[in-house]
């Protein structure tokens, strides 16, 4: 890519790259956060005419809805960013090393203007459906804003955590006072200032969000169904040397990330040794290295941290210490002790979590055995006890990877709902294609690294795979594409493989949908991004092997 031409200057494409006159638009694709943004700038690069639907109103997916006090990033700014403009990478000045939400959503901003990519993004429209006529091979799009346009492909860049996930508490729709769940927080903020409090739900989000509200509200209770690990983020302002060093050589710096799991930059807190290899002393040792460098090194502190149980009992223990020597109640930190295996829920990172609980305006309550009973007009009721708050935050999380696909009425070919053929879990080719689905992507789709890689490289990654893909097609005058079942059933097989040889299916969580009642119970993120970035190339050298083109 030519900086110079297409970084200021991208517009538009004067006229359609398509053959067909009679369609819209080359491609429609469905959400403008990081994902979105950059298919974008990628089909516009290559000459293909695109419309963007976003149902908010401006830019920037997860990071405009998350605007709950102390929504932060956990992956270093350096390396939490796109990295297909060598410009933007330059010009681009990070001020701490865990971006905060409001820094990161400045930041899409600035990408939306200096690429001018709004002009061919339609804000305020929620896509309710997309539909496959296999007539003329193309996508109908249809929105709540009224909008029907036809497309060659449909590529959806929803987001694997964009459906929100609220519970159905029995009496929710009895409550008196303000509620919020973090995913869908309020422009201006919520002033708690005086405020009774109650946050339900202690996963990332609401270890980030729980310490900030605390300093705010009058009382705060915190509703907590399964205690979690955390390790204390040590954000801080950015490291001018470390800036400059990546900076150096930012193009090699991303090149040698891509080679490294979860295509970040962890080998310098790794050991490649397993745990066993060391003695107690020196893994302690390691551990508080780990624990004073901060971020998620310690979840992969060995080699064998996030395989083997007794390996991973070995942190889990520290971290364990860690939170009884940080709460002064004993029988507080026995309940914010958790039992399961470190890092099979996602490990969180925080800032002042646990001390929270050392405040006497804070409140731990228990729902582990009897859940929240009920939800009265003035308070939540936990093991037959009434906790009275003037306002409920939700931090319950989200229909992780498949929700937002879900909430679309997709239809292929016969017209088969997405959602039917996906009911006993999500079925992809490399998380990209599903058989019976031609023309139509998913980004990050479930199948994919996605949430178990950085997720904007994840991103890029998909779009430039993408991109090339439809280029190929119009330098062949292909007109359709779509997974094989023949590739798509041993994928399935090798994404779950991929995953029980990891201790992350070995619990409750997100990854798996079991975080939502009802929902099929499928590992769905494929763990191993190294391996995945070489099986999509080998894919393209192989002449889009395992996709039926036509
Ligand atoms: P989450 O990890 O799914 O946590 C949801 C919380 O709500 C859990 O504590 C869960 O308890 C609780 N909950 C759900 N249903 C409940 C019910 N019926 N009754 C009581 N409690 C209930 O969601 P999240 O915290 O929003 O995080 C989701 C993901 O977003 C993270 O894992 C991470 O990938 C991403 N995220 C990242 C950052 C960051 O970069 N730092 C920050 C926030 C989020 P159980 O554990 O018992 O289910």
Same mark, same amino acid.
């Given at each position: 890519?030519?900086?110079?031409?297409?970084? $200021?200057?991208?517009?538009?494409?004067?006229?359609r790259?398509?053959?067909?006159?009679?369609?819209?638009f080359?491609?429609?694709?469905?959400?403008?956060?990081?994902?979105?943004?950059?298919?974008?700038y990628?089909?516009?690069?290559?000459?293909?005419?695109?419309?963007?639907?976003?149902?908010?109103?401006?830019?920037?997916?997860?990071?405009?809805?998350?605007?709950?006090?102390?929504?932060?990033?956990?992956?270093?700014?350096?390396?939490?960013?796109?990295?297909?403009?060598?410009?933007?990478?330059?010009?681009?000045?990070?001020?701490?090393?865990?971006?905060?939400?409001?820094?990161?959503?400045?930041?899409?901003?600035?990408?939306?203007?200096?690429?001018?990519?709004?002009?061919?993004?339609?804000?305020?429209t929620?896509?309710?459906?997309?539909v496959?006529?296999?007539?003329?091979?193309?996508?109908?799009?249809?929105?709540?804003?009224?909008?029907?346009?036809?497309?060659?492909?449909?590529?959806?860049?929803?987001?694997?955590?964009?459906?929100?996930?609220?519970?159905?508490?029995?009496?929710?729709?009895?409550?008196?006072?303000?509620?919020?769940?973090?995913?869908?927080?309020?422009?201006?903020?919520?002033?708690?200032?005086?405020?009774?409090?109650?946050?339900?739900?202690?996963?990332?989000?609401?270890?980030?969000?729980i310490?900030?509200?605390?300093?705010?509200?009058?009382?705060?209770?915190?509703?907590?169904?399964?205690?979690?690990?955390?390790?204390?983020?040590?954000?801080?302002?950015?490291?001018?040397?470390?800036?400059?060093?990546?900076?150096?050589?930012?193009?090699?710096?991303?090149?040698?990330?891509?080679?490294?799991?979860?295509?970040?930059?962890?080998?310098?807190q790794?050991?490649?040794?397993?745990?066993?290899?060391?003695?107690?002393?020196?893994?302690?040792?390691?551990?508080?290295?780990?624990?004073?460098?901060?971020?998620?090194?310690?979840?992969?502190?060995?080699?064998?941290?996030g395989?083997?149980?007794?390996?991973?009992?070995?942190?889990?223990?520290?971290?364990?210490?860690?939170?009884?020597?940080?709460?002064?109640?004993?029988?507080?930190?026995?309940?914010?002790?958790?039992?399961?295996?470190?890092?099979?829920?996602?490990?969180?990172?925080?800032?002042?979590?646990?001390?929270?609980?050392?405040?006497?305006?804070?409140?731990?309550?228990?729902?582990?055995? $009897?859940?929240?009973?009920?939800?009265?007009?003035?308070?939540?009721?936990?093991?037959?006890?009434?906790?009275?708050?003037?306002?409920?935050?939700?931090?319950?999380?989200?229909?992780?990877?498949?929700?937002?696909?879900n909430?679309?009425?997709?239809?292929?070919?016969?017209?088969?709902?997405?959602?039917?053929?996906?009911?006993?879990?999500?079925r992809?080719?490399?998380?990209?294609?599903?058989?019976?689905?031609?023309?139509?992507?998913?980004m990050?789709?479930?199948?994919?690294?996605?949430?178990?890689?950085?997720?904007?490289?994840?991103?890029?990654?998909?779009?430039?795979?993408?991109?090339?893909?439809?280029?190929?097609?119009?330098?062949?005058?292909?007109?359709?594409?779509?997974?094989?079942?023949?590739?798509?059933?041993?994928?399935?097989?090798?994404?779950?493989?991929?995953?029980?040889?990891?201790?992350?299916?070995?619990?409750?969580?997100?990854?798996?949908?079991?975080?939502?009642?009802?929902?099929?119970?499928?590992?769905?993120?494929?763990?191993?991004?190294?391996?995945?970035?070489?099986?999509?190339?080998?894919?393209?050298?192989?002449?889009?092997?395992?996709?039926?083109?036509?």
């Open positions: 890519m030519n900086d110079s031409q297409t970084e $200021t200057h991208q517009t538009s494409p004067a006229t790259a398509d053959l067909d006159p009679n369609i819209d080359d491609a429609v694709v469905v959400g403008a956060g990081f994902g979105g943004m950059y298919m974008l990628k089909l516009r690069e290559l000459g293909f005419t695109a419309r963007v639907y976003e149902a908010a109103s401006d830019v920037g997916g997860t990071w405009y809805w998350n605007r709950y006090p102390g929504a932060r990033c956990d992956v270093p700014s350096l390396q939490y960013s796109y990295q297909f403009s060598e410009k933007l990478q330059q010009e681009w000045k990070w001020t701490e090393r865990f971006s905060s939400q409001p820094e990161i959503l400045r930041y899409a901003n600035h990408v939306a203007d200096r690429f001018h990519l709004r002009q061919d993004i339609q804000f305020h929620r896509v309710e459906s997309a496959y006529n296999a007539a003329d091979e193309t996508w109908t799009v249809s929105t709540d804003a009224g909008d029907r346009v036809t497309a060659r492909f449909c590529i959806m860049a929803t987001g694997c955590l964009s459906a929100r996930n609220t519970p159905d508490f029995p009496g929710l729709e009895n409550f008196r006072g303000e509620r919020f769940h973090t995913g869908n927080w309020p422009r201006d903020g919520v002033n708690f200032a005086g405020k009774r409090v109650g946050v339900v739900g202690t996963g990332s989000t609401g270890i980030q969000a310490p900030v509200i605390a300093e705010q509200a009058a009382h705060l209770f915190v509703f907590q169904r399964t205690a979690q690990y955390s390790v204390p983020a040590r954000n801080a302002p950015i490291d001018a040397e470390e800036e400059a060093r990546i900076k150096a050589d930012y193009k090699g710096y991303r090149e040698r990330n891509t080679r490294q799991p979860f295509g970040l930059d962890l080998l310098s790794m050991s490649t040794i397993n745990t066993s290899e060391v003695g107690e002393e020196g893994r302690r040792h390691h551990y508080k290295g780990c624990w004073e460098h901060g971020g998620q090194a310690l979840m992969l502190a060995y080699a064998d941290t395989t083997d149980k007794a390996a991973n009992e070995t942190v889990s223990d520290f971290l364990k210490e860690k939170i009884q020597s940080v709460v002064n109640d004993s029988k507080v930190a026995e309940v914010l002790t958790p039992d399961h295996i470190y890092a099979c829920k996602r490990p969180c990172l925080d800032t002042n979590y646990f001390e929270v609980y050392n405040r006497p305006n804070v409140t731990l309550v228990d729902c582990r055995s $009897t859940g929240i009973e009920d939800i009265t007009p003035t308070g939540v009721i936990v093991d037959g006890s009434e906790h009275e708050v003037d306002c409920l935050v939700f931090a319950t999380g989200f229909d992780a990877m498949t929700g937002a696909l909430n679309i009425d997709i239809r292929g070919k016969g017209n088969r709902a997405l959602k039917d053929k996906w009911v006993d879990g999500p992809s080719y490399l998380g990209l294609s599903s058989a019976g689905f031609p023309n139509f992507f998913t990050t789709g479930p199948g994919s690294p996605s949430v178990l890689a950085n997720m904007i490289p994840a991103l890029e990654q998909h779009a430039n795979w993408i991109g090339d893909c439809l280029e190929y097609m119009r330098t062949r005058d292909l007109r359709t594409i779509e997974a094989t079942l023949e590739a798509e059933d041993p994928w399935q097989i090798q994404v779950l493989q991929v995953a029980d040889a990891t201790l992350w299916n070995a619990c409750d969580n997100w990854y798996t949908g079991s975080n939502v009642p009802g929902k099929p119970r499928v590992f769905m993120p494929y763990v191993d991004w190294v391996g995945y970035v070489e099986i999509c190339k080998d894919v393209v050298r192989d002449n889009y092997k395992g996709f039926a083109l036509r």
